[in-house]
């Protein structure tokens, strides 16, 4: 019998979670901010996924263009123009998008995870744990973002993993303390004293209602981590720690910058990639913030 | 009462001071194995030169024997000598750091001027033309790497108009003293100044614009205007000034953002400042630059968290009553 009661729990649980989903997301469609920075998301996405259909690969590697004209603008070598070494600008903008996402999105996974971990555990042990958690969150606040990401990535070496851990080891705390105020008056409802009066484990508490409670907040700050991620990885490759066998769009602007792009006013080779970083960006940004007004609780309570 | 509070800020900073010290040594000396063999990584180094190098750097000794010598030298401001210049690196960030902390000082306040500007300006007509303009602007801006914003100011005004010079700290052919050399100078920081700027400045506007709109629903607004304040009156003598207090944080993490937006945006404009240092000491890698520098920046990012902490103390009354 008791069995059938926790079933038909779980089971109304996860109606009340599908309709909340459903809720946010019609509220979601009404932002127009938030619609046009999915749609623009979508197309880079999009780009990313269809990059061998839309140039190919091995235009990215100087011995096999050596047809192409070198310093060609886009008057003369469509669409982009070309490189010093006669490399399209269209094939690299195009192969790029799938480091800068993979970096954008794969460092703020790691961000989340250590953040959330670090915000959750710290809200929820109060006192000693957690006040030493704080302050360690404290410290990696204080210290300033670019010169820290700087001096691990030149301690690890440039490789695409290293930027991601930089980036991730870097990005953590904003978000791990956004988590543990919310987990703080999490922690003091009615329903997870309930369950604790019942007898539910840390563990348990932690898993079932801490955490269904501070994900949407997660989400929200998540999809806010990933434009400054993709910043950073695009100042981190101009600073030289870019994959030397990977096209990115940072990578793109440092190799414009040193091979002399600005004074051969060869402005198609480090327009576009800026403009991609600026668009994709925004994007998140503005799904960010669409996002944040619907599930972080206290912009809602405002707007009410 | 406010003294425990300032001693309490003032602790917390040391602490953190500490806490970066200590990183640091990590970061250096623990994670990196083998720091003689990184640095010279495929070059042939005898026995001989290697212990004598092992020894130089204060590499011998236990890992505990090591931390002290590093505690003691980094107290006495000792960050060793650069490997490229073989100058102590003390004197090389003294050298540099004027030219940083004038590009960095004139961006962080004007950033802030015009940003807090902006933002005022938006929130006032919440919904109009005007915010609907600022906001996509500022929020553009707010979106694009900082030293790719430098690229196309360059190429514009320096390139294509030559307007200014397109880089360095001074003309050859400049006066060398007096009202001269500052305008030679002043010629030069127009670019770099004008990209911190306007990189930075989106993050005030927006906070600005959001810190007034909530202020704007405060009773003590209904009250002025229901007195029959004129609209720019209870704008600048009610809402800005309470509105303001968020944006004095804002300031202390900017000042850090600039400070390492001046890394890129000073190898762009070659302005021969701690920015373009340390994109130098990265070639190498040029460690112990990297790991003063490291250490400078630090310091001067708690410096200014603290200095905002107590601004906000002394400004807002209910961080002193609590």
């Known amino acids: 019998m008791s069995s059938v009661a926790v079933a038909s729990a779980r089971r109304i649980a996860w109606l009340r979670r599908r309709r909340a989903i459903a809720g946010a997301w019609s509220q979601y469609r009404r932002s127009r901010p938030g619609m046009i920075g999915l749609t623009v998301l979508a197309l880079f996405v999009a780009m990313a996924l269809a990059a061998p259909l839309l140039a190919d690969e091995s235009g990215l590697r100087a011995v096999n263009v050596i047809g192409n004209e070198p310093w060609s603008s886009p008057a003369d070598f469509a669409p982009l123009g070309t490189d010093r070494l006669g490399r399209s600008i269209w094939t690299q903008v195009v192969w790029g998008s799938r480091t800068s996402l993979l970096v954008g999105l794969a460092a703020t996974v790691l961000a989340a995870l250590i953040g959330m971990t670090v915000g959750i555990v710290a809200g929820f042990y109060g006192r000693r744990a957690g006040a030493l958690l704080m302050r360690l969150t404290e410290w990696f606040l204080v210290i300033p973002f670019l010169p820290l990401a700087i001096v691990l990535a030149a301690v690890l070496g440039p490789s695409i993993r290293n930027i991601i851990l930089v980036i991730g080891i870097t990005s953590w705390p904003s978000m791990a303390r956004l988590v543990r105020a919310q987990v703080l008056t999490l922690k003091e409802r009615l329903y997870v004293d309930r369950s604790r009066a019942l007898g539910a484990s840390r563990a348990h508490l932690m898993a079932r209602h801490i955490l269904p409670g501070v994900s949407g907040l997660i989400l929200a700050s998540t999809t806010l981590t990933v434009p400054v991620a993709i910043l950073s990885e695009t100042t981190l490759s101009f600073l030289g720690f870019g994959d030397p066998s990977r096209p990115s769009w940072g990578k793109m602007l440092e190799e414009a910058f040193a091979q002399g792009a600005l004074t051969e006013e060869a402005w198609w080779w480090y327009v576009p990639p800026g403009v991609c970083i600026v668009l994709v960006v925004l994007a998140f940004t503005l799904v960010g913030r669409a996002l944040e007004e619907i599930l972080d609780p206290r912009l809602r309570e405002r707007s009410t | ?322």
């Open chain 2, 1 to 322: 009462m406010s003294t425990r509070i300032v001693l309490g800020k003032l602790l917390g900073s040391l602490a953190t001071l500490a806490f970066v010290v200590v990183f640091n040594f990590f970061l250096f000396r623990v994670v990196e194995q083998d720091p003689v063999a990184n640095l010279f990584r495929g070059r042939n180094l005898s026995d001989a030169q290697r212990d004598e190098l092992t020894r130089e750097f204060g590499l011998d000794g236990s890992k505990l024997e090591q931390f002290w010598s590093y505690i003691q030298q980094t107290v006495g401001l000792n960050f060793g000598r650069s490997y490229v210049t073989n100058q102590p690196v003390i004197e090389e960030i003294a050298d540099k750091a004027p030219a940083t902390i004038a590009l960095v000082g004139v961006s962080a306040v004007l950033s802030a001027v015009f940003g807090i500007l902006i933002g005022v300006l938006a929130a006032w007509r919440r919904g109009s033309k005007r915010d609907y303009a600022a906001t996509t602007l500022t929020m553009t801006t707010y979106s694009m790497p900082d030293f790719w914003l430098g690229m196309l100011l360059l190429t514009l005004f320096a390139v294509v108009l030559g307007w200014f010079p397109v880089g360095g700290i001074s003309d050859p052919n400049a006066p060398d003293a007096g009202i001269g050399k500052l305008l030679d100078h002043g010629e030069h920081l127009v670019l770099p100044a004008l990209t911190l700027t306007v990189a930075y400045l989106g993050e005030y506007a927006l906070v600005m614009r959001s810190s007034l709109i909530e202020t704007m629903r405060e009773d003590y607004l209904v009250l002025a205007r229901a007195k029959g304040l004129r609209d720019t009156l209870v704008r600048n003598r009610h809402a800005v000034p309470n509105a303001l207090l968020p944006v004095v944080t804002l300031a202390a993490i900017n000042f850090g953002l600039v400070l390492s937006g001046a890394i890129a945006v000073e190898t762009i404009f070659s302005w021969p400042g701690l920015g373009l240092a340390t994109y130098e000491a990265l070639q190498g890698p040029d460690l112990p630059m990297l790991q003063g520098l490291f250490l400078v920046f630090s310091a001067s990012v708690i410096l200014f968290n603290l200095l905002a902490d107590l601004v906000y103390v002394a400004l807002d009354p209910r961080v002193r009553v609590s």
